[in-house]
């Protein structure tokens, strides 16, 4: 069996409707019919009744064959298409905002490969990793300080270290805890914070750190966009927890996190081992 033709045929069965999986497939419909007649004359067996369009006993169930089919197919198209050299020869990197730090803009100038950098949030990059949109990934997230990465289990994204950084909270300079040399996360419970997941530090990471349902947000900011997150702290429109390389913006100040013993860690993710510049650069990356 064809799979262009099983993929038209799942199609038309999906949307009832001859013209509706021409539109979606962006074929004409005489090809839509020609496509489905065809799969009907190599089984032998009617599969759809035309007015209404739907499935025969038969057509019902090469569906049960069929899509899982078409999915197993999709998914060794994205395998070997991590396993190909992406477009013109770059290498595909996809980086949380606060995953951009000294050492990857260390790394890549000494990468002997042309790198596609793409910023996104750190939730979309395990998807990108999976549909082979991106060669390597970078994510972030908050850690105990000696905590080991965990290891990877069967099916899933191999996880590496690659920086563990100290962390300040980010206030204007003329709040009264700018003075201080350290803070307690204990002591910033109370206190109105800026919810910006992209950006910084989801709040959720900071109650699961406390252990409490504190740290209320008191504004939300949706962009990735690090220095509009400073802005906003400076501005009073709430605290951020960000890494120590990350600088105050002018008006505000960075006081370092002092208990408890908490990093921001930066980790590279791949879907298998990586080979060429794809593990020249992770290996510039983990120092390994």
Known sequence: MDAQLLRTFVTVTRLASFPAAARELGCGEDTVARHVAALERDLGLPLLTRRPVVPTVAGARLLEHAVPLLLRLDAARAELARLAPAPGGALLLAAAPLAVGPRLLTALPAANARVTLSVRPREEIP?????????LGLVDRLARTGDPVPPPRAGTLTARRVTDAPLAVHLPAGHPLAHRAGLRLTELTGARWVDAPAAGLPLDQLRAAD??????????????DVRTLTALAAAGQGLALLPATVPAAPAATAVPLVEPRLVHRVELLHPAEPAGAAAELAARLTGG
């Open 211 to 224: 252990g409490t349902y504190g740290f209320r947000p008191a504004l939300r900011y949706d962009g990735t």
């Open 127 to 135: 998807a990108a990793l999976g549909d082979g949109t991106a060669d």
